[in-house]
Structures are given as C-alpha cells and as structure tokens.
C-alpha cells in the first residue's frame, strides 16, 4: 500500500458543529502533517507529527485539533470554525520527520463551513 | 522560519518548448528541495527532488538543478506536452511551499 487515504472527501458543516477529518497510511511512514490550501494558493502547513508525537504547531488557531492515535492514523478534530476556514486539508506523511524525504499526499477532504 | 521565493507566477509555452521555474530559499541549513505537481482539484504529487550534495539531477524530460551558494533551485521541463500544463510548487526544508507556477502548454 503506497497511498495516504482521508475521509471523507467533502465536508459541509456549520459554525457550531464539532466534525473530524481522517488520515490514514501504512507505509511504515513515522511522519504525518496536515496542510490547509486555499485556491490558487500553496499548501500551508498545519501541523507535524513525529513518532506520534506534535513537533510542529504553525500557530494554528484551537478550533483546529489534531490527535495522532497510532503511527498509521492522524486526525483533525474541526470545532467552531469560521467560513474562512473552507478549504482543501490535505494529509501527508513521510518516511521519517527528517529533512530529506518527500511526502506522500492524500487526495485532500474539500471542507465548506456555511 | 524559511521562505521560498518562486518565479514566474504563470508560464505559457508551446508544445515542445521549454519551460524553466526559479525558487530561492533563504535558510542556509536546508538541505532537500523537492518539486510538485498539481493538477486542478488534485493532490501535490512529487516530481522530482534534489539534495544538497548533488547539483543536478534529471528525470527524463524534467531536470532540477541547485546553487548552494546562491541558494536557489530551478526545474527544468524539456520537450513540453500539453499534458504538463498544471500548477508546479517547489519546497524547501520542513516542507514549506513557494507560491506555484501556473504552466500552460499550448498545443
């Protein structure tokens, strides 16, 4: 297996609703982040997780919470966000939280906040 | 924290053309620089990455080449098909993204 699988793949929800996206990789990889992109803009890293373990907050506002139950597994709890926050998130992982291996990326959950 | 520098922001060619996008960096400590690209309402695929022990490396149609000293990268698509038309991010260490470069081939 040599992908990076989240769900769901689109995710309309309201300013007062509590959702989760998921990740999900069996690389063996022991590294995984979650990006934001907007349209017509980059990826922007979110959050990196190393060995399980949150090396990496880009000042991410709280309404945004991810949780890394096992080394295949990553999670993006989404809590009382605004409709600035709709975008594709996108999940990746790596070999190992290093400066020297490129990433594999998951097709991305298209969030809408309404 | 570092930033990438990208250029152009769009590129047009024809068919069969070349095609050649810039990225700088500034953290003199980065050491892998990688290229991606996506394709509209898909994921970032890599293309192409670069080390910091090597200068040049090629793929084919697709080449990146590395200034250390300069601190800059540039990707290089030879032979261009429509079919590379599609937005092109370069990275730098920790995986932080410059701006992109919207390629269009014309056929």
């Known amino acids: 297996d040599t992908e990076v699988t989240q769900t769901p793949k689109h995710l309309v929800m309201g300013m007062t609703n509590k959702k989760s996206l998921k990740c999900e990789q069996h690389m063996g990889h022991r590294a995984m982040y979650w990006y934001k992109q907007k349209a017509k803009k980059p990826p922007e890293l979110m959050f990196v997780?190393?060995?399980?373990?949150?090396?990496i907050n880009e000042s991410v506002p709280s309404r945004f919470s991810p949780e890394c139950p096992n080394s295949s597994l990553l999670n993006l709890h989404l809590h009382a966000l605004q409709p600035e926050d709709s975008a594709l998130y996108l999940c990746?992982?790596?070999?190992?939280?290093?400066?020297?291996?490129?990433?594999?990326f998951g097709s991305g959950t298209r969030l809408t906040v309404v | 924290g570092e930033n990438v520098e990208q250029h152009p922001s769009t590129l047009s060619v024809q068919e069969g053309d070349s095609a050649v996008i810039k990225c700088t960096y500034s953290d003199s400590a980065s050491n892998y620089f990688p290229w991606y690209k996506q394709e509209l309402g898909k994921r970032p695929q890599l293309i192409i990455d670069?080390?910091?022990?090597?200068g040049e490396k090629k793929d084919q149609r697709i080449a990146v080449t590395l200034n250390k000293t300069a601190k800059h990268f540039s990707l290089h698509i030879t032979e261009t098909q429509p079919e590379d038309s599609a937005v092109y991010f370069c990275?730098?260490?920790?995986?932080?993204f410059g701006a992109g470069t919207r390629l269009t081939v014309k056929p």
């Open positions: 990275a730098a260490t920790w995986m932080r």
């Open positions: 997780y190393s060995y399980e373990k949150l090396s």
């Open positions: 670069i080390r910091s022990n090597v």
């Open positions: 990746a992982s790596s070999q190992v939280s290093s400066l020297n291996n490129g990433y594999t």
